[in-house]
């Protein structure tokens, strides 16, 4: 029904920048925010960044401390796409990053977490 499609990612300098694109498709009614968590060997998925994208929030962004002032998250509204700008990388940012979208389809009520396949970051040193 619904399919989140991350792109973008791969090896990278410190001190570099990746831009990552998240394409959500299918019975789509609703987006009620986009989010995109990572998760490092070894480690728990964590929230990176979320942005709301509907109602009196619309617009607006949460970060992860570690995160602030580098990483910028922004959406498409019309191509149901989200954006990751991630600058000044660091080998600590080293981890799959994957695409959450909560979003309510034609043929249901609610609204459902979705995830996409995940896109690997790497950073080097």
């Known amino acids: 029904q619904v399919r989140l499609v991350e792109s973008g990612g791969g090896l990278v300098q410190s001190g570099g920048s990746l831009r990552l694109s998240c394409v959500a498709s299918?019975?789509?009614?609703?987006?009620?925010?986009m989010a995109w968590y990572r998760q490092a060997p070894g480690k728990e998925r964590e929230l990176v960044a979320a942005?709301?994208?509907?109602?009196?929030?619309?617009?607006?962004?949460n970060y992860a401390d570690s995160v602030k002032g580098r990483f910028t998250i922004s959406v498409d509204d019309g191509e149901n796409t989200a954006f990751l700008q991630m600058n000044s990388l660091e080998p600590e940012d080293t981890a799959v990053y994957y695409c959450?979208?909560?979003?309510?389809?034609?043929?249901?009520?609610?609204?459902?977490?979705?995830w996409g396949q995940g896109t690997q970051v790497t950073v080097s040193s």
């Open positions: 299918g019975d789509i009614r609703f987006i009620a925010d």
């Open positions: 942005i709301t994208t509907m109602g009196p929030r619309n617009g607006a962004t």
């Open positions: 959450n979208g909560r979003i309510r389809t034609w043929r249901m009520y609610d609204f459902k977490s979705y």
